[in-house]
């Protein structure tokens, strides 16, 4: 505590404010006089610890990064085991924090620390063989399919936050003489939450048994050059 009593005031403080306030209002309802007002202080302190609002949206798209990019861990075979654990963990942080969707979906992670840690695990994918071009490629893939899916699981994309993407509210009205196949898969499941899981475990699936296949083609390839 400072002086006055309130907490004192840290850059990870400032975040945790931040995440709270897009967590409540969204990407749109963050403001430095907001966040001044949430932690009660004058909106100019904050620019002692952050230069802008772009430097804030940076910071916490960095913690989330943190949080949920796992660092390659054991031999290079098990590159798939650690790389689908790493889309596990971002999907479930995302979902955690729906409303950040937007932003993570379209500002690049390129902080210092993003960076490096964009870096350990595209090394860790080039000790696998791969080149640093397809080692990039890889993560992109599978963080951009995350991100993506996610976004659809949620519908949290501007100016549509509150509109529910509920494929099987259509239960029930649909005539299951015109549309009976969309019809069946709706009384299946399609559309809630655990048909959302299983289409993510299955996109995995097909994900990586591609990349694997595609691997296993190019080293074919290469030996017989």
């Given at each position: 505590m400072g002086r006055s009593g309130r907490p004192k005031i840290s850059r990870e403080l400032v975040l945790d404010a931040a995440l709270a306030l897009v967590d409540r209002d969204g990407i749109a309802g963050l403001s430095m006089r907001k966040l001044g007002v949430q932690l009660g202080i004058e909106a100019m302190t904050l620019y002692y610890y952050f230069p802008n609002k772009d430097a804030i949206l940076d910071g916490l798209i960095e913690?989330?990064?943190?949080?949920?990019?796992?660092?390659?861990?054991?031999?290079?075979?098990?590159?798939?085991?650690?790389?689908?654990?790493?889309?596990v963990a971002l999907h479930e942080e995302l979902l955690r924090h729906p409303r950040l969707l937007p932003l993570i979906a379209t500002r690049p992670a390129m902080t210092p620390v993003s960076l490096r840690l964009v870096e350990q695990i595209v090394a860790g994918l080039c000790a696998t063989g791969l080149s640093p071009l397809h080692a990039f490629q890889v993560l992109n893939i599978v963080t951009t399919f995350v991100v993506g899916h996610t976004l659809a699981e949620v519908g949290e994309t501007p100016g549509h936050e509150d509109a529910a993407p509920d494929t099987a509210a259509l239960e029930g009205t649909l005539d299951p003489l015109e549309f009976p196949f969309l019809a069946a898969a709706i009384a299946d499941g399609l559309g809630q939450t655990e048909d959302h899981r299983s289409r993510f475990e299955f996109a995995l699936d097909a994900l990586f048994a591609g990349m694997a296949m595609l691997a296993s083609q190019k080293g074919h390839d290469d030996s017989s050059d």
């Open positions: 913690r989330e990064a943190i949080k949920a990019l796992n660092v390659p861990v054991g031999p290079p075979e098990e590159w798939a085991r650690w790389l689908r654990g790493l889309a």
